[in-house]
């Protein structure tokens, strides 16, 4: 695991949980690039040292299932990204995270949208845009403060959402 050991060695002396955070980064852009068992494998273990705290740490959590649910998107998982979108929204409900609880019903959205069912992908997408005015954020601003939690670029669904565009005027379920 040079990669791994690559990024402890850049941030040592710091929070173990940046390294954490750092890799699960790396991990996802991994993804995007392609290789989805390596950016399964660098998540693992880099998170193996925070077994212990995972589900005290909401940070912790969130920021590994969130890279987890992104890089199972890449993969065409889309079944297993719903799984851990969820399981986000849930933990978010439980700590306030407007945030990511934003960028995991996006995720659902899209997922809907890639199904079809341009029906809940609305409903999806308009949670998500009154979490963002929640938050007093502009909807095409989701991702400005945090790059590298948006979803691959195949996902358009939230796009052409805000763009009014095309299957959402058309829909008929």
């Not at 589900?55 to 998107?73: H, K, M, P, V």
């Not at 929204?89 to 997922?111: H, P, T, V």
Request: aromatic content about 12%; glycine content about 6%; some cysteine.
């Amino acid at each position: 695991m040079d990669n791994l050991q690559t990024l402890i060695g850049l941030f040592e002396g710091q929070q173990s949980d940046d390294i954490l955070w750092y890799t699960v980064r790396k991990a996802v852009v991994r993804s995007k690039q392609g290789n989805h068992e390596l950016a399964r494998e660098l998540i693992q273990k880099a998170s193996e040292p925070f077994q212990f705290f995972a589900l005290r740490n909401a940070r912790i959590f969130l920021q590994r299932s969130y890279g987890f649910a992104c890089i199972e998107l890449t993969a065409g998982e889309c079944d297993r990204a719903e799984a851990y979108f969820t399981t986000i929204i849930e933990a978010c409900d439980m700590q306030g995270n407007l945030a990511y609880k934003a960028f995991s019903i996006r995720g659902l959205g899209d997922i809907a949208f890639a199904r079809r069912n341009f029906t809940l992908a609305t409903q999806r997408f308009e949670e998500t845009r009154s979490l963002c005015a929640e938050m007093g954020l502009p909807p095409k601003h989701l991702y400005s403060c945090s790059l590298f939690s948006t979803l691959p670029d195949e996902f358009k669904g939230w796009t052409l959402f805000l763009e009014g565009m095309s299957p959402f005027a058309n829909d008929t379920r």
